[in-house]
């Protein structure tokens, strides 16, 4: 079994339910793929995690129902939810709870999940994976050994939608309209268009290219623009040109518009 790429958050924990009653030698397969893994696969399979009922440690802010949907879904295995986070992207303070666990689900503490001899498995909320990405951290992966995944393919859809309602907000100059039709109404037509534009035959430089990143250039498409990838890694397979800060930086140096 792997994870998909394109799960929802829930559905990664869901899948230790699925596995509970999991006899050892069916569907033995690597538990992180290439495409979720935030940092190395470490070689952990279903067959080593599943066989045992597990301590599941969780703290991103879910709702009741998917609280509830969560606690239904995990079958055998022991959930223990711990104190949310304030932001999305803020570290879960150290607590005991989490060096019983094998797997943690959220925002843990970079700092001190290591300590722990039974982790197998860190499972992240957010796309991002910053704090985590230091060669202490990965070097206590690999000495336990246990995993790092993350949440890129939840988030790409929603975000990528955001974005895209944001650059069309600001070349139709939709926020100085509304804040227009609030107070004066004067509708200033000459003085609007004179700041609008369209997005075609825009240069669009998107930072940090990833999969919000590609679906935002799917959804870019129909409108004749010029992307530019910005990633510290670069993939060679890109459907749209990358840089990187080694590699023809800045870019529009080169560019024609």
């Known amino acids: 079994m792997q994870i998909p790429d394109n799960s929802v958050v829930l559905d990664c924990l869901i899948s230790i339910g699925h596995n509970a009653n999991h006899t050892p030698g069916e569907g033995t397969g690597q538990l992180a793929s290439s495409g979720n893994s935030a940092l190395e696969p470490s070689g952990l399979t279903v067959d080593n995690l599943f066989m045992n009922e597990l301590t599941i440690w969780a703290n991103p802010f879910l709702t009741q129902p998917a609280k509830e949907y ?34 943690l689900f959220g925002q843990p503490d970079p700092a001190t999940v290591l300590q722990s001899k039974k982790l197998r498995w860190i499972h992240l909320s957010t796309a991002g994976y910053a704090p985590y990405d230091t060669p202490a951290f990965r070097a206590g992966l690999k000495v336990l050994p246990a995993i790092l995944t993350n949440s890129s393919g939840v988030y790409d859809e929603p975000c990528a939608q955001h974005i895209m309602a944001w650059l069309l907000a600001d070349a139709r100059q939709l926020y100085p309209c509304h804040d227009n039709q609030k107070e004066s109404r004067a509708w200033p037509q000459n003085e609007l268009r004179e700041k609008t534009r369209l997005l075609d035959g825009q240069t669009i430089l998107i930072a940090g290219y990833g999969a919000i990143g590609r679906r935002l250039t799917e959804l870019l498409e129909p409108y004749s623009v010029q992307l530019i990838g910005y990633r510290r890694s670069p993939q060679p397979d890109s459907s749209i040109r990358m840089v990187d800060a080694k590699n023809s930086w800045p870019p529009w140096g080169k560019l024609t518009t």
């Open 70 to 103: 969560l606690m239904d879904a995990i079958g055998s295995h022991r959930l223990v939810l711990s104190g949310e986070t304030k932001h999305v992207l803020d570290s879960g303070i150290a607590e005991p709870g989490t060096q019983e666990a094998e797997i």
